[in-house]
């Protein structure tokens, strides 16, 4: 995306539930669909905001070498294809070893992700 075009994240219907006062402002999804950041929100709140910035996309793990270091292991391939929201270690397949059972991918009435609605697991 471009510096010089901001835009939201969160379509209108999910705005007009945070912060109804934008009902009147956007009345056209294709009004608010043109809209940049300066123009759905005030400048003197948009410097009140918290920026964050993210560079690290792929699902993983953080081992403890026991001495407070840790190492960043990447999850296979399967367990990429989406988010996941929970996680357990438990020793599934019973190898002695512990395995990592992943859930996720599911986000309720969500209108913007509906079609991420089921649930999946994956087995690490």
Do not use: W
């Amino acid at each position: 995306m471009s510096r010089s075009k901001r835009s939201s994240f969160a379509n209108i219907m999910e705005l007009h539930k945070q912060i109804p006062s934008l009902k009147k402002k956007f009345l056209k999804a294709k009004d608010f669909a043109g809209a940049s950041i300066k123009e759905l929100f005030p400048k003197t709140d948009l410097g009140k905001t918290t920026k964050f910035q993210a560079n690290y996309f792929s699902s993983c793990i953080f081992v403890n070498d026991g001495k407070l270091k840790f190492k960043t292991v990447l999850l296979p391939p399967r367990a990429q294809l989406s988010t996941f929201r929970t996680a357990v270690s438990s020793d599934v397949n019973k190898d002695g070893l512990p395995d990592l059972l992943i859930g996720g991918n599911y986000y309720e009435n969500n209108v913007h992700n509906l079609v991420d609605m089921m649930a999946t697991i994956a087995v690490c």
